[in-house]
């Protein structure tokens, strides 16, 4: 089985790829999806996040409160570094392990969506990597519809690598600017050169 990395800025389409493949009938596990999972209360993550960080980033239903969260560790390195360090390798193994289910199931090709995948090293892991990517204009709208201050927008630039570099280093690259039909045309050209490898 081929397993594909994808990765890319904030807002560059990689929740929307992650549809799109799915559509295609291609598996697909996104590591947001499982950090968000992994904090799920009565979860042994969400324990370790309040014994770090304290029990003022859990609501009264014992939900961790990610906006308040999110605002330290992306205004605190040390904070995001901790976060990371309870995160991180349970992420990685989530992954994994969804990896060897479709190797198992046969899966000719599977994709993993990381959005730090360059800055953890974990290209190594993948057949190729593939980086979403939009103008920086374009970017900033759609952050902006989000709901996103300007404060918030660069904060969380500045912890993740540009997409420039992201994009020198991965074996291809997606356009994600436009309507979604865009993409689906450009992963059938990705994923028709590993048919038959």
């Known amino acids: 089985m081929k397993l594909l990395g994808i990765t890319g800025g904030i807002g560059m389409g990689k929740s929307t790829t992650g549809d799109v493949l799915r559509r295609m009938s291609i598996p697909v596990i996104d590591s947001d999806d499982l950090a968000r999972q992994l904090v799920q209360p009565g979860f042994p993550a969400l324990a370790e996040i309040i014994q770090a960080f304290g029990p003022d980033y859990v609501d009264q239903h014992g939900n961790l409160n990610r906006p308040l969260l999110a605002r330290r560790v992306f205004s605190d390195a040390t904070s995001r570094k901790t976060l990371e360090e309870i995160l991180q390798p349970r992420i990685e193994a989530g992954w994994k392990q969804a990896a060897d289910v479709w190797k198992a199931q046969g899966s000719q090709v599977g994709c993993v969506i990381i959005p730090l995948l360059f800055e953890k090293g974990y290209q190594r892991s993948f057949e190729a990597t593939v980086c979403m990517a939009c103008t920086g204009i374009e970017q900033q709208r759609r952050l902006t519809a989000r709901g996103w201050s300007p404060g918030e927008l660069q904060s969380r630039l500045a912890s993740q ?32 050169s590993f048919s038959g490898n």
């Open 161 to 192: 690598w540009s997409t420039e570099q992201k994009m020198s280093l991965s074996q291809f690259v997606v356009w994600t600017e436009g309507s979604i039909d865009t993409q689906k045309p450009q992963w059938k050209r990705i994923l028709e």
